[in-house]
């Protein structure tokens, strides 16, 4: 496939040198304002967060192709949004057909499509914007950032709480060991807010006539529809989605990631209430233990949702008096203080007075995958640097939930789960025939 280097000379991008440099600062490449120099984009995915996301795409460029399974939701997208755009239910198909007139692609399908769709951009060039968690499994999570260092791509996950300034200035604390040696981390969630209840998969249903479901299904393994995985529900499915943990601990996961590099656990341990290995539990909570690094001290993160919460002496000095606690936020404990994060942008500090840090402030969310397409610095939630090290983290904990109350002892460097066997295609699926993992 071509790689159109004429235009890309101005859609050109740069590789970031790790997580401290959008704290550092750095020159920035003055972005082109010729008319002519208009992105190409096409969005793989339009309802849900897909909305928002391809809204975003058609304000920093041109929408030349959208792509959804759901027929009507494409039509109406279509005929109200973006009319000039051709539609196709198979992004295959619009990037074999479309590729030539494609420079940057968004991707906001079900956790299970994220990897396939964003690594046939990528392979072809494109610039690739794909929504959290990066991918279904960890595998996916290291092929992404490998293939965008070796495309040069831009790329950006869409978390977009690294926008926030609130989390960037509490990871700089963090950072810079002002609060003195961190001890261990808490971070929770109210999901699952779907049906998700362990007890087993959903008899098949006739297939709504406007949904392309061989689409829909992507590389997951051959099976009937059924009520309950489309439109939403399908995140509390282990063949679809990633449980409440994929879904909201890219955000909540985000600052004490970005602050302490919390990459490469060397455990994980999880209790449930219980599944059958085909949707996720109504409740888990999950310990990941990191090794002492050039930068902190070893420490534990503690994780919690389906209405499971922290002990409240933990919260002690930390809320106000009749303040409830949040429940999306985290709490980071050090031997001096602790600092409370609720959502992405309120942090507060207990124990001594907010540290006064500097911090780089984002130009916006989206703005950031745009500023890398024309070739200024990347985005903070770049795929290999920060993104691909974030979900792998992450997914790690949904091992541990498959095998209910066992520790799973992780090898990060050659991807293998040490002490169980068994979970070797959790790690790096096999995608059904027609979809391409490896090349």
């Given amino acids: 496939m071509s790689r159109q280097p004429t235009r890309r000379q101005f859609i050109s991008t740069t590789t970031?040198?790790?997580?401290?440099?959008?704290?550092?600062?750095?020159?920035?490449?003055?972005?082109?304002?010729?008319?002519?120099?208009?992105?190409?984009?096409?969005?793989?995915g339009i309802g849900g967060k897909g909305s928002s996301d391809s809204n975003d795409a058609g304000k920093h460029g041109d929408m030349v192709a959208i792509c959804d399974a759901d027929r009507t939701r494409l039509g109406l997208t279509h005929k109200k949004r973006f009319p000039k755009a051709k539609t196709?239910?198979?992004?295959?198909?619009?990037?074999?057909?479309?590729?030539?007139?494609?420079?940057?692609?968004?991707?906001?399908?079900?956790?299970?499509?994220h990897a396939p769709a964003a690594l046939m951009a990528m392979r072809m060039g494109k610039h690739c914007f794909c929504q959290k968690p990066l991918t279904h499994s960890i595998y996916e999570a290291r092929l992404m950032g490998?293939?965008?260092?070796?495309?040069?791509?831009?790329?950006?996950?869409?978390?977009?709480?690294?926008?926030?300034?609130?989390?960037?200035?509490?990871?700089?604390?963090?950072?810079?060991?002002?609060l003195g040696t961190v001890k261990e981390v808490h971070v929770w969630t109210n999901r699952p807010i779907w049906?998700?209840?362990?007890?087993?998969?959903?008899?098949p249903a006739p297939c709504p006539k406007t949904l392309d479901w061989q689409s829909w299904l992507g590389p997951a393994a051959e099976q009937p529809f059924a009520n309950g995985y489309h439109?939403?529900?399908?995140?509390?499915w282990w063949d679809f989605g990633t449980g409440a943990l994929g879904d909201m601990a890219c955000h909540n996961v985000n600052m004490p990631f970005a602050g302490l590099d919390l990459r490469n656990p060397t455990s994980v341990i999880a209790k449930t209430s219980g599944h059958e290995k085909v949707s996720f539990p109504k409740w888990s909570t999950i310990e990941f233990e990191f090794p002492a690094n050039d930068k902190r001290a070893g420490l534990k993160l503690f994780w919690y949702d389906g209405g499971k919460l922290p002990a409240e002496e933990l919260m002690s000095g930390v809320l106000k008096e009749?303040?409830?606690?949040?429940?999306?936020a985290s709490l980071t404990i050090t031997d001096k203080a602790k600092l409370?994060?609720?959502?992405?942008?309120?942090?507060?500090?207990?124990?001594?007075?907010?540290?006064?840090v500097e911090f780089e402030k984002s130009p916006g969310h989206f703005e950031e995958w745009v500023r890398a397409i024309k070739g200024g610095k990347p985005a903070m939630s770049n795929f290999k640097d920060y993104a691909g090290p974030l979900t792998e983290t992450i997914l790690l904990g949904n091992l541990a939930v498959w095998v209910d109350g066992k520790k799973v002892e992780w090898d990060a460097q050659n991807m293998k789960v040490k002490n169980i066997s068994g979970l070797e295609t959790l790690v790096k699926p096999v995608y059904r025939k027609g979809y391409t993992l490896d090349v």
């Fill in 340 to 356: 409370y994060m609720i959502g992405n942008d309120n942090l507060r500090v207990s124990g001594m007075d907010k540290p006064k």
């Fill in 16 to 44: 970031a040198t790790g997580i401290g440099f959008w704290l550092a600062g750095g020159a920035e490449a003055k972005e082109s304002k010729s008319p002519n120099e208009r992105i190409r984009m096409a969005s793989i």
């Fill in 88 to 113: 196709f239910t198979d992004f295959r198909k619009m990037l074999d057909e479309m590729g030539k007139s494609i420079d940057a692609v968004t991707v906001s399908t079900p956790d299970h499509t």
């Fill in 231 to 236: 439109p939403f529900a399908w995140r509390g």
């Fill in 195 to 203: 049906p998700q209840n362990g007890k087993g998969r959903p008899q």
């Fill in 322 to 328: 009749g303040e409830k606690i949040d429940l999306n």
């Fill in 146 to 178: 490998k293939v965008a260092a070796e495309t040069g791509v831009a790329t950006m996950m869409g978390n977009q709480g690294t926008a926030a300034s609130g989390l960037r200035e509490a990871a700089a604390i963090l950072r810079s060991g002002a």
